[in-house]
């Protein structure tokens, strides 16, 4: 059973905005999410992250003012929305969950999405 589940990649042109979900399981209730993103021959980096509570969000300064992170009421669910986007965001998109503590090194996270591709266009 995959314990995290992504969804909302796809393609859009510079300037527009798009919603990525993170559908959780219970096996990570409790737990601190995040976004990373991998593009082409890069390694992968943090984007954003969100405390259990929803109160607390992380950001990249490269997203910072453009991407927020969020959680739905239940906290099953956990959202990207990217705004202002540029073909520098391209790569895909993945939901992860840090059992305990913070961080941003991807090195240091329990479980992964599978991932969803965003494609930005000139």
């Known amino acids: 059973q995959a314990q995290l589940v992504e969804s909302g990649g796809g393609l859009v042109q510079a300037g527009d905005s798009l919603r990525l979900s993170c559908t959780a399981s219970a096996r990570t209730y409790g737990a601190y999410h995040g976004w990373f993103r991998q593009a082409p021959g890069k390694e992968r980096e943090f984007v954003a992250a969100?405390?259990?509570?929803?109160?607390?969000?992380d950001y990249a300064d490269s997203v910072k003012g453009r991407f927020t992170i969020s959680r739905s009421s239940t906290k099953d669910t956990i959202y990207l929305q990217m705004n202002s986007l540029t073909p520098d965001d391209t790569a895909v998109y993945y939901c992860?969950?840090?059992?305990?503590?913070?961080?941003?090194?991807?090195?240091?996270?329990?479980?992964w999405g599978q991932g969803t591709r965003v494609t930005v266009s000139s």
């Open positions: 969100i405390t259990w509570s929803g109160s607390d969000g």
């Open positions: 992860a969950a840090k059992l305990a503590g913070r961080s941003r090194s991807p090195n240091d996270w329990n479980y």
